[in-house]
């Protein structure tokens, strides 16, 4: 298929974590009205973003995938005929955790999940505490409509991991977010991240010569104000759509899939990389050390 229609879901969340899930199997529901094939669903979206703290007990929001979430999810992507990329808490084993996201195909069918690579920690964003790193590498799923490649978050702001899951055929890169400001701060500074933010994504696109679709929460949660904004920007970095900063929204963008080659013919960065001199990548830092 040239076109898909992706549907974004930016919503605020509680700290019922059944109640958050029925929200957004009802917003879904909403969004295959207006046209949605694609769902994407923000990061962590069946609770409060808990990470604002180091809390034992909130490992107990954590489930199996696929488990509970995803086998209600499936039902209802078969029964729309939707694709839903959906992140999750997941419990891998007794005290083993990952920020992981679930893909369900159009049918309901599980393809699989990718596991956070990137963790961050920060104060109020203490993902160290309940992560472990992913492990099962870059992914790209070949859905009903697209070949759908998944990050998730912190993930946004490293160029490598855009690169080798558009290398694996990603007709666009979906990014579920959960990021915000500090409510102590000023407005230039609360400008200047969320350009930061955005225009790293828009570069991604750029270099890779496809499209983009960043989703994020939006509400006020423990002293920081998610910042919504999530948006879709094309191959060449225009935002197709821009959500607002602090109200829940329901959008269904058009991606012309085919325009990527178009792109990349006329940008050729994919030809003229000089995959012979990329060697020293993996070197934390090129100093006199790793010389």
């Excluded at 790293?200 to 904004?229: C, L, Y």
């Excluded at 269904?252 to 013919?265: G, L, N, Q, W």
Aim: charge should be negative; glycine fraction near 6%.
């Amino acid at each position: 298929m040239a076109k898909v229609q992706v549907g974004l879901v930016q919503m605020t969340c509680t700290s019922n974590k059944q109640e958050n899930l029925d929200k957004a199997i009802f917003k879904i529901r909403e969004i295959a009205v207006q046209g949605a094939q694609v769902v994407c669903l923000q990061e962590l979206f069946t609770s409060l973003y808990f990470c604002d703290e180091e809390n034992y007990d909130n490992f107990k929001l954590a489930e199996t995938i696929p488990g509970p979430s995803t086998d209600a999810l499936s039902i209802v992507a078969a029964e729309l005929n939707v694709v839903i990329v959906a992140s999750l808490f997941e419990k891998r084993a007794e005290g083993l955790y990952h920020n992981t996201t679930a893909v369900l195909d159009a049918d309901g069918t599980y393809l699989g999940k990718y596991r956070k690579m990137h963790i961050p920690d920060d104060p109020g964003f203490y993902e160290k505490f309940y992560f472990a790193p992913g492990d099962i590498g870059y992914k790209v799923f070949k859905t009903k409509y697209a070949k759908i490649g998944v990050l998730i978050c912190w993930d946004q702001w490293y160029p490598e991991a855009a690169r080798l899951t558009s290398l694996m055929g990603a007709d666009f890169l979906v990014y579920p977010t959960a990021i915000g400001w500090a409510t102590t701060q000023d407005l230039p500074t609360n400008r200047e991240q969320y350009n930061a933010w955005q225009t790293i994504q828009r570069s991604h696109a750029i270099a890779n010569g496809i499209p983009v679709v960043s989703v994020n929460r939006v509400g006020e949660e423990a002293g920081v104000e998610f910042w919504g904004g999530s948006f879709v920007s094309n191959p060449f970095g225009t935002i197709l759509y821009q959500a607002s900063h602090n109200e829940e929204e329901l959008k269904v963008v058009e991606i012309d899939m085919s325009k990527s080659d178009s792109y990349r013919t006329h940008w050729p960065f994919l030809r003229d990389r000089r995959i012979d001199s990329y060697s020293q990548i993996t070197k934390r830092y090129i100093d006199d050390e790793s010389i």
